[in-house]
């Protein structure tokens, strides 16, 4: 029983070990590869589109909000 829960632990301990050096080496990577997209943004930057700003009040916002408020007011009835 002494040897089976030896070999059990280190058969535990040796994949506690394998899962957190690929843990490890997976987020150096991560940061490797943020490094590199980073640098490359500063290279090749995207284009950024200019939105014009409309007007916050148009002409049909009238006859909108009269249209919903007769919709309200025909289902009460």
Known sequence: MNET????????GL??????SFLCILIAGMFGMSAIVGYLNKLFPEKVEVVE??????????AAIAVAIAAVLARKN
């Open 5 to 12: 829960l030896m070999a059990g632990l280190t058969l535990m």
């Open 53 to 62: 700003k409309k007007s916050t009040k148009a002409s049909n916002d009238d």
């Open 15 to 20: 994949g506690m070990g394998f899962v957190l």
